[in-house]
């Protein structure tokens, strides 16, 4: 398994929306970036993912999981880019803060800090362990 963090603008897609998507999950679709899309396609069904709210909020406020692996994204009209599908598999105890992220040293090297305009990015397990508990404290 992987582990991702996928953005969305709260009043755009949020998780409360994502919970009401139910069991069959929703199209994570509308992304127009290269790598975000290339980093769609090597999602796997079971990978779990981070859920941030960007722009309104910026933190990570629930964790969700892969369900359909990369199909072509019918917002799409140049038939380039994908979506996966996800579903809702809990929200964090506490949301972790982007200012809270940057403080932790330990994660400086995340993509959400060196490329905040990136709307998908892969996490390495260590770094989803200290979010993990980080969304605990």
């Not at 409360?16 to 994570?28: F, L, R, S, V």
């Not at 290339?38 to 406020?61: A, P, T, W």
């Not at 199909?71 to 140049?78: A, E, L, P, Q, V």
Request: glycine fraction near 4%.
């Amino acid at each position: 398994m992987q582990y991702w963090l996928m953005k969305s603008e709260p009043d755009v897609w949020s998780i409360d929306q994502q919970i009401k998507a139910g069991p069959k999950g929703a199209a994570w679709d509308g992304v127009r970036n290269y790598q975000a899309a290339n980093n769609l396609r090597s999602m796997k069904i079971g990978d779990q993912c981070f859920f941030y709210h960007s722009n309104i909020g910026k933190e990570i406020v629930g964790i969700v999981e892969v369900i359909k692996e990369a199909y072509m994204d019918r917002t799409d009209k140049t038939k380039w880019f994908v979506a996966v599908t996800v579903k809702f598999l809990k929200k964090l105890d506490k949301p972790i803060a982007l200012e809270n992220i940057k403080k932790n040293k330990e994660l400086s090297h995340l993509s959400l800090i060196k490329q905040s305009r990136l709307s998908v990015m892969p996490i390495d397990s260590k770094s989803w362990k200290i979010l993990n508990k980080m969304s605990k404290n």
